[in-house]
Structure formats: structure tokens, C-alpha cells
């Protein structure tokens, strides 16, 4: 009996908790998306690359800060328009060394290995949009190191709702596409770093008020 009595409060407690929990905001529901042109949540927006590290493992990093717009009508979700702006001197990896080496000056003047330490910024711009249910082949012109070549993403939207914090509808989209950096011109270390670079893009956009 003193068991049970004991075992009581955890009985009561766990409706209460289950009660309580909050709602996530966002939901993969196209019917909460409405017509507008958003801008990205640039503490959102992750552009994920990865390359293959002498054939033995991945190694990945991370573009962040990215801005731009979606302009978006569910009803004709054909006629998209997205235009993105990526920060490539923002470029993040786990090791202090690779990110100096990603952004270090060429020897003696010379070509950068990778970026060079100013790097302009690279920029996607949207071509067309071809829409099947919640997934879409996205293509566009990617503009990467002074070059510009095109590219198709591979999107699924991911969720529809309002920021509680700031009350803005926003909407999530996943992306992802394989490029050859060689196209845009970063050759070093190729073929023990592979060529092919693997993109993830997980971004968020916010409408415009």
C-alpha cells in the first residue's frame, strides 16, 4: 500500500507534463503556406558541403549567414523565384587549420589554393522551377569563385507555421545536389580530395512584412 501511495504523484504528474508540452510551430501542412515573397532566416540557413578525404572517410563543413528571398504562390508553386546570397569567407569547419587553409592567400602572389581570403560572395539564382507534391527540382545559375555554371537542387519542403518569437510565417525547405569544384575553378588536391562536392542545404525563409 505505502508503494502505491508513493507511486501516486508520478500517476498525477504525467498527464499534467503531457498536458503542458508545447506544440512545435512548424508542420508539413501546404495549406498553412501563404502566397508572398519571404526572406531567409539567416541564423537558419546552413549550406552543408562535404567532399571525400583520400577515399578513406567524408569530411563536411558548413556555409552559414546566407540571405536572399523566396518569392512563393502555393497555388502556382511553378512560378518560384529564389535568389540566395552565400557569405564564403563565413566558411565554418572543425579544424582551426583547414578553415585558415580554405581561406589562405596563394603563395608568393599566386593562385589560392581554395578561396583566397576575400572571397566574393557566391550567389544562387533560380531558373525554373519544376513542382511535384511537397518535392521540386529547382534549377538555377550558381555563381562560385567568378564562375557561373548551372545547377539543379533536389527540394522537399520540410514545414509551414509562425515564428513564436517574432510572429512572421515562415516556411523550411531541405535541398540537396552534387557539384564538381573543378567547374569553378578549385582544383587543389584533386583527386585525394574529391572533385564531387555534396551540398545539404536546410534553409529558412520568414515573409516579408
Known amino acids: ?24 510551430p512548424g508542420a508539413m501542412d501546404v495549406a498553412r503556406v501563404t502566397a508572398g515573397t519571404y526572406n531567409t532566416d539567416p541564423g537558419h540557413t546552413l549550406i552543408g558541403w562535404r567532399v571525400s578525404h583520400f ?30 546570397t552565400i557569405p564564403i569567407g563565413k566558411v565554418t569547419t572543425a579544424s582551426a587549420g583547414l578553415t585558415g587553409h580554405l581561406l589562405r592567400a596563394g603563395k608568393d602572389g599566386g593562385k589560392a589554393d581554395f578561396f583566397g581570403p576575400a572571397p566574393a560572395d557566391a550567389k544562387f539564382v533560380s531558373t525554373s522551377v519544376v513542382a511535384s507534391g511537397t518535392s521540386a527540382k529547382i534549377t538555377g545559375n550558381l555563381t562560385l569563385n567568378g564562375v557561373t555554371k548551372p545547377v539543379v537542387l533536389d ?11 517574432n510572429k512572421k510565417a515562415t516556411v523550411g525547405f531541405h535541398a540537396t545536389t552534387t557539384i564538381k569544384r573543378s567547374d569553378f575553378g578549385v582544383t587543389y588536391g584533386i583527386p585525394v580530395v574529391s572533385d564531387d562536392v555534396k551540398l545539404d542545404i536546410s534553409v529558412a525563409f520568414e515573409k516579408a512584412s
Open 1 to 24: 500500500m505505502r508503494k502505491i501511495l508513493c507511486a501516486l504523484p508520478l500517476f498525477v504528474a504525467v498527464p499534467l507534463i503531457a498536458q503542458s508540452a508545447p506544440e512545435v
Open 55 to 84: 577515399g578513406f572517410n567524408d569530411y563536411f563543413g558548413i556555409f552559414g549567414d546566407a540571405t536572399g528571398t523566396l518569392t512563393l504562390d502555393p497555388a502556382k508553386p511553378n512560378t518560384s523565384k529564389v535568389d540566395i
Open 155 to 165: 527540394t522537399k519542403f520540410s514545414g509551414a507555421g509562425n515564428n513564436p518569437f
